[in-house]
């Protein structure tokens, strides 16, 4: 069939078989020569779905209402947030091995379609983060909108509303501290448990920003807007605890303004350190004192690891944010080997400007933000790296799309694993471990 301009399946209800998960945590299915993207459904199953976005082309978005035939790895969903229709869990009905298992396939599919990597374990291996089997109450940072009655809650998905059935995801003893609070209405609450068990509680006004014009993709943008005029480390007040938290990996401890940027769940900073501690140590043809660049570095998370395997490496943590390198060179400074950069990662690798008074980095290791490091920042970090690259990245197009630029310069993947960093949600970080032309 040619698909038109014009079609709009917007409230129609059809029965599909579903196929298997689609990037962004729905799910395939197909209809009429088109795609549907399904919230809410699982590989196998047979159901009926409620079509709620049409952009009137190839696919169009809906959710499920009614499940005819249910996966083995279908559960009540564990979230009452997510099952009062929040956008919290979206994947809070899926068993959590076989969430693992699909997330795995995602991150091996994109890996495939954007980074063109030939993957030789598909799907790719999602481990627990620090064999922490926790499904719920493993986030120790949350946030809560109250509405115009003051209750708080997070918002309906795609929505502006209140909902205020607990989501599953954070620690029960934060929304506690919050309802003890007795914040009024129109805030945005932060919870923090921090990692010497300290709780602290804050409220700004909320900041919105009306979508411009229909669809996840618009709000999502409205989201970003918003987040973008309500800067970090403005406007809170502190009714409990203090504006600092604490954050510990190992003997380490950090001290952070409460909105500063901490890994959600509680066991994944030590997952990943412990992921470039060993990077570091057998990184080929590299001597005890390394030369490492942690990109995206925030507090100095991996700096720290890679001077506990290597505590004569040289490391340059680069950093746009001003609070987080702050806390690095109070947690780190002692150690000889430091230097912060406060700059963005574009502008430090800016040509005329990728020399290092180090010397050239043997290893790199990047932590960016959803959107990745992007091609250009990762071609110079192909030709700039002597031996080892550590990718951490939590979008599994993204993740793909920026190792995919390693591989086509003749990097070898050494390592590609997936932690379930996010349960109950589809989200999940990628790890990467690469090694230059020549070394393997
Ligand atoms: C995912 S966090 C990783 C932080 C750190 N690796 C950790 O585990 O705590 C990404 C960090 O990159 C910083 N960031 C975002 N965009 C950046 C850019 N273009 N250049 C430099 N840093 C950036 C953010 O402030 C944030 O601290």
Known sequence: MTVRESIDWTGQ?????????????????????????????????????????????????????????????????????????????????????AARDLAGRVIGEQAARIGRIGIPHSPVPVDLPADDPATTGWRTTARWVTGADGRPGVRRARSRDVITEPCSQSDPRLLDAVLSAGIGPDREILGVLDDEGAIHVAHRAVTEDRPRGRGRNAARSAATRARARQARGRGWEHVVGGPTMVRRVGERRWHLPVDAFWQAHRSAATHYSDVVRAAVVDAPGVSGAPVVWDLYGGAGVFAAATLDAAPHARITVVESAPDALAAAEAALGADGGLRTVRSRVETFLEPGDETDPFGRPDVVILDPPRGGAGIPVMETVARTARSRVVHVGCDPASLARDVGVLVSAGWSLREFRGVAAFPGTHHVEGIAVLDAPGRN
């Not at 009926?48 to 009540?76: H, I, N, Q, Y």
């Open 13 to 97: 209800v059809l029965r599909v078989r579903v196929e298997g998960p689609a990037h962004g945590g729905e799910f395939v299915a197909r209809h009429s020569g088109r795609v549907i993207f399904c919230r809410g459904a699982l590989t196998a199953e047979q159901v009926e779905v409620v079509v709620d976005d049409d952009p009137g082309k190839g696919f169009c978005r809906g959710t499920v209402r009614a499940v005819l035939e249910p996966s083995p790895d279908r559960v009540r969903p564990v979230c009452e947030a997510a099952a009062a229709g929040a956008g919290c869990c979206d994947w809070s009905y899926i068993d959590g091995p």
